[in-house]
DNA sequence: TGTACATCAGTGAACGCGCGTTCACTGATGTAC
DNA sequence: TGTACATCAGTGAACGCGCGTTCACTGATGTAC
């Protein structure tokens, strides 16, 4: 069977899987209508029919673009924030140790990082149908409750200054993440991401830790 | 003389202008180059060697879209904090009442806003050449700029608690926008920015303002 | 005031290229019995 | 173990359409003298 030799030993030269990474890739740069199937398949060394085989029409290959992409993301902030919370037993010190491996993790990319495939569609969601739309939203939502959770979790032990928009304080992770990487990019200047991600850190603990 | 009418009365329906505002909004919804010539003149109502009359050619539409978007961008933000600081002469006042307006005026947008062309054209920057995307930086830098001066003008007069990072404080302001744009517009809810915009005026008044 | 010329704001027709998509076909591997 | 059939992962050639760009030309308005 094909899916019990995929689990045990994952091939990385699977064509599939390199049409989409290096779709991402071109993407991100340039936007997905500039994108042709054409510069795919002569990166990945398979021709026009060879494409759509794997895929029934352009279309379907943004909504593979954005299901790899939900996979990959939601892999990384799991990770990470469990790794943040295994160290610590309180839901906000976990956290705030979680945010900054989070900040170091964007720190340590070899260049700036090449941007997020959810602002690059939402951008150009014109070219899509409502379920590549919607799959767009639904990403965003998990960050809002993720954090939402983490927040109201935090609140039960530390009573918060003043009384926050906890909705909006979940949504200023993505917000920065995603604006971060639009400065960073612009600007060329890998370190302003992890840096406002250390702000957003510093918030939290204004919001929560005693004076 | 043609600028001397201009100054007097401004030609609303001056036919260039009419294609930047349509190419605007259509860049805004689908992308650069999803974005055609053709779809263009059909909604200002001209050929197509009319275009070719007003742009040289399709890069030089990017380049005045740009120009136009940076000086609309700049009209906007003097406006709305000369405003704040009118009301106010201590400089940390006037800034807390210039995001308040801020904030209120996304808020008061018809529907969802359209989002940011800098954003758009940064996520397809491999499209445009290096003038334009030094246009886009120098737009955001201007952002720095006006942010950082604010902080460290309100620093001289209100000890800032902890050693914040002013930079990045001031990038946060961008950062927050471009952000908010992008999950707004991807969730379809217009309270999103104007929210992160208040929560951004609580952290400037978290560090300045003394408990 | 009239004439000659220049500029402005376009028109109309043609171009060639690249794009996404289709269709009939194929060689290698897997599965049933 | 051999044979028949099915599926996988593509190939190769052709298609038509839309795109950005070019070129020669034009009618209306402005300017010099």
Redesign the pocket.
């Known amino acids: 069977?094909?899916q019990s030799k995929m689990l045990q030993a994952p091939k990385t030269t699977?064509?599939?899987e390199r049409l989409l990474e290096v779709a991402e890739t071109a993407v991100l740069a340039k936007g997905f209508?500039a994108?042709?199937?054409?510069?795919l398949?002569a990166a990945v060394?398979?021709?026009?029919?060879?494409?759509?085989?794997?895929?029934?029409?352009?279309?379907e290959l943004a909504k593979a673009m954005m299901l790899r992409y939900l996979a990959h993301d939601q892999r990384v902030l799991d990770e990470i924030f469990q790794r943040g919370d295994e160290l610590n037993e309180d839901p906000l010190h976990g956290f705030l140790v979680g945010l900054k491996m989070f900040a170091e993790m964007m720190q340590n990319l070899p260049d700036v990082h090449p941007g997020c495939l959810a602002a690059s569609f939402c951008y150009q969601d014109h070219l899509f149908d409502k379920e590549i739309r919607d799959l767009n939203a639904k990403g965003i939502l998990r960050w809002r409750g993720r954090f939402r959770e983490r927040l109201d979790l935090i609140a039960t032990r530390h009573p918060p200054r003043g009384q926050p928009d906890f909705e909006a304080m979940a949504d200023m992770a993505a917000t920065l993440v995603e604006g971060g990487l639009i400065l960073g990019r612009a600007l060329r200047d890998a370190t302003i991401l992890p840096r406002q991600v250390l702000l957003y850190r510093d918030f939290i603990r204004a919001i929560f830790v005693a004076a």
């Open positions: 069977m094909v699977d064509t599939r209508s994108t042709s199937i054409e510069e398949i060394g398979i021709t026009k029919s060879g494409f759509f085989y794997h895929f029934k029409d352009k279309n």
